[in-house]
């Protein structure tokens, strides 16, 4: 089971680094991911506080919100450690032939954490 304080660090980096490797990618093919001077339009600037120049173009990166929604579970029994984690996917405790006495308790949290992407060329 991780924690999770651990399951949101490995996210967030996750997702800058391949945020990165995108740039890098796309960058070969004269793309750009997470441009810092681009139009995203009146509508957009308003909803996401974005400033702009007097052309409409963004003078700051946007920040991009990263929503976790994730299960908890706590668990207390004989033969197991007692802890809280995050549940990742269907899994089995334990080794054949072998069984605990256990309860678990299982609860979702759902926050947001902002973001500032590397900015693209």
């Known amino acids: 089971m991780v924690s999770l304080k651990q399951f949101v660090a490995e996210a967030v980096s996750q997702i800058v680094e391949g945020v990165v490797e995108a740039q890098e990618r796309v960058g070969?093919?004269?793309?750009?991911?997470?441009?810092?001077?681009v139009n995203l339009g009146a509508t957009f600037q308003q909803e996401h506080s974005v400033s702009a120049d007097s052309e409409g173009y963004s003078t700051s990166n946007v920040v991009q919100p990263v929503s976790f929604d994730v299960?908890?579970?706590?668990?207390e029994g004989t033969g197991t450690k007692g802890g809280i984690g995050v549940v990742i996917g269907l899994f089995n405790l334990g080794a054949a032939g072998h069984s605990d006495a256990k309860s678990s308790a299982v609860s979702r949290v759902q926050f947001t954490v902002p973001l500032l992407l590397p900015p693209g060329n």
């Open 28 to 37: 070969k093919l004269k793309g750009t991911v997470n441009p810092t001077k």
């Open 71 to 75: 299960a908890i579970t706590a668990e």
